[in-house]
Structures are given as structure tokens and as C-alpha cells.
């Protein structure tokens, strides 16, 4: 089971909106109300160099104009820079 596929089984389907093509970029969940899914915004960058041979430039240029400027409801997902990502 992917991740998509686990989330929509915990918060369920009308719950959360998701940004296609990017699963791979999930880091959780926001909490409190509403749900919203929260996403590695560089991890989506390399996505894109790497899947649509965009540059660096060209693919943080299309995610903010496309994407993270994007306001789509309440639930709208949340795209994070992580500066560090480490497991306690």
C-alpha cells in the first residue's frame, strides 16, 4: 500500500487533496482541522528535474507559479523547505 492509499484509509477520501504526481514528496499530515497534507517542497523540485528533465530554475519556477501559490480550499496542501531531516 502506497502512501496516498494509507492516508486516504486513515483520514478518509474526501478528506485530504493531494498534489498528483508527487506522492513521493509526502512527509505527513498537519494536525488539527483541517487534515492537510504536507509536502517536502524540494523533494517535488528534484521530482520534476528528474521525471520532466526540468533544470533547477525552470522547476522551482513552474511548482510556485503552478503549485505552491495555489490555493485550491481550506484543505490545500502545505509545501514545506526542509532544512534537515533526521528520525529521533
Known sequence: MDIRE???EQY???ELLFADG????????SIGTP???????????ATLIMND????S???EYLEFN?????VGERTPIYVNLEKRTRP
Open 6 to 8: 494509507r492516508l486516504v
Open 12 to 14: 478518509g477520501d474526501d
Open 58 to 60: 525552470d522547476a522551482w
Open 35 to 45: 487534515h492537510r497534507v504536507v509536502y517536502d517542497a524540494r523533494f517535488m523540485v
Open 67 to 71: 503549485t505552491f501559490q495555489a490555493y
Open 22 to 29: 508527487f506522492d513521493e514528496s509526502i512527509i505527513g499530515v
Open 53 to 56: 528533465s526540468m533544470g533547477y
